[in-house]
């Protein structure tokens, strides 16, 4: 009897490895054959999936923007959370507060230096960190009052805040602690949320006569 195969475990499983090896030992060491020793599949079979080298690394940065993303899926509906509970324990997950997410920011930069070498115009990185800051403003901005203008330069200015965080993992690692990172970026939303609540019309209050 054929044997079942699911192709798309497969590619994930591929993926995974050399995700692990490229945060362990950087992209140019996550050739085929160290894919190979490193994930117990056969060269051959890594290009039967993958039979240009960038497609499988193109297809690694795709499959960590998906991790990360059901990731933030789950927190998005998690009904038992408030709205800046999941705001920031979305924004949470780009930032490198435990040994995996760490991981995932070094792939990433390693990853980055192949679009940079041959540019495809798709940073999916940077435009899924985008959504999910418009995203945290569109929550936090329950009555709306903020106008597009002021909405989209919050929402850059949360962008740049989780990139630069990020960045400190990549420039100087372990030089700023978990605890530290989680206070910057609830400081952050505090300010975005304090420039909402004083935009909120207050009705006056009447007092008897």
Same mark, same amino acid.
């Given at each position: 009897?054929?044997?079942?195969?699911?192709?798309? /475990?497969?590619?994930?499983?591929?993926? *995974?490895?050399?995700?692990?090896?490229?945060?362990? %030992?950087?992209?140019? %060491? @996550?050739?085929?054959?160290?894919?190979?020793?490193?994930?117990?599949?056969? @060269?051959?079979?890594?290009?039967?999936?993958?039979?240009?080298?960038?497609? =499988?690394?193109?297809?690694?940065?795709?499959?960590?923007?998906?991790?990360?993303?059901?990731?933030?899926?789950?927190?998005?509906?998690?009904?038992?959370?408030?709205?800046? /509970? $999941?705001?920031? *324990?979305?924004?949470?997950?780009?930032?490198?507060?435990?040994?995996?997410?760490? $991981?995932?920011?070094?792939?990433?930069?390693?990853?980055? $230096?192949?679009? $940079?070498?041959?540019?495809?115009?798709?940073?999916?990185?940077?435009?899924?960190?985008?959504?999910?800051?418009?995203?945290? =403003?569109?929550?936090?901005?329950?009555?709306?009052? =903020?106008?597009?203008?002021?909405?989209?330069?919050?929402?850059?200015?949360?962008?740049?805040?989780?990139?630069?965080?990020? @960045? /400190?993992?990549?420039?100087?690692?372990?030089?700023? %602690?978990? @605890?530290?990172?989680?206070?910057?970026?609830?400081?952050?939303?505090?300010?975005?949320?304090?420039?909402?609540?004083?935009?909120?019309?207050?009705?006056?209050?009447?007092?008897?006569?």
């Amino acid at each position: 009897m054929p044997k079942n195969v699911d192709h798309q /475990q497969r590619r994930d499983d591929i993926a *995974q490895a050399t995700f692990e090896l490229i945060a362990r %030992n950087g992209l140019m %060491n @996550a050739s085929v054959r160290a894919v190979a020793d490193y994930s117990g599949y056969s @060269a051959g079979s890594i290009r039967h999936y993958f039979p240009v080298h960038d497609e =499988l690394l193109r297809y690694v940065s795709s499959y960590l923007t998906r991790q990360i993303g059901s990731r933030i899926s789950a927190i998005a509906q998690d009904e038992k959370l408030t709205v800046r /509970q $999941r705001v920031e *324990q979305a924004c949470e997950q780009l930032l490198p507060l435990d040994a995996m997410r760490k $991981r995932e920011i070094v792939a990433y930069a390693e990853l980055g $230096r192949l679009e $940079r070498a041959r540019p495809t115009g798709r940073l999916e990185e940077g435009q899924e960190i985008a959504k999910v800051c418009e995203a945290s =403003l569109d929550a936090l901005d329950v009555h709306r009052v =903020l106008d597009k203008v002021r909405r989209a330069q919050l929402a850059r200015r949360l962008h740049w805040v989780l990139d630069g965080l990020a @960045a /400190q993992e990549i420039i100087y690692p372990s030089y700023i %602690n978990p @605890a530290d990172i989680q206070e910057e970026l609830r400081q952050t939303l505090d300010d975005i949320e304090r420039e909402i609540a004083d935009l909120i019309p207050h009705t006056p209050q009447t007092h008897p006569t």
